[in-house]
């Protein structure tokens, strides 16, 4: 398994989760390493990236409340959402692309509760 997910789960809002992603030694070491979300009857749409220089990209709307990192002795990439908001629910997802394919992990739910 080259991306396994971990750390989500139901949490109020103006809560903090972190989300963990392991990654196989070969792709954490050579590609940008992404999260991305989808939420129910929406597109999959992308949160935060880090390259393998620790240059990071944030969508507009969790910029100033998530923090993506890398740890590069354990091959992990996390992902530290603060003041979450309900609209935050969904299922999110780790990532790279190869070749100009997309690779996901199994995806790990978060809810955000009113």
């Known amino acids: 398994v080259q991306l396994q997910a971990s750390g989500g789960g139901l949490v109020q809002a103006g809560g903090s989760l972190r989300l963990s992603c392991a990654v196989s030694e070969r792709i954490f070491k050579t590609h940008v390493m992404g999260w991305f979300r989808q939420a129910p009857g929406k597109q999959r749409e992308l949160v935060a990236t880090?390259?393998?220089?620790?240059?990071?990209n944030y969508a507009d709307s969790v910029k100033g409340r998530f923090t993506i990192s890398r740890d590069n002795a354990k091959n992990m990439v996390y992902l530290q959402m603060n003041s979450l908001k309900p609209e935050d629910t969904a299922v999110y997802y780790c990532n790279y692309r190869e070749n100009w394919r997309d690779y996901w992990g199994q995806g790990t739910q978060v809810t955000v509760s009113s």
């Open positions: 880090i390259t393998t220089g620790g240059s990071t």
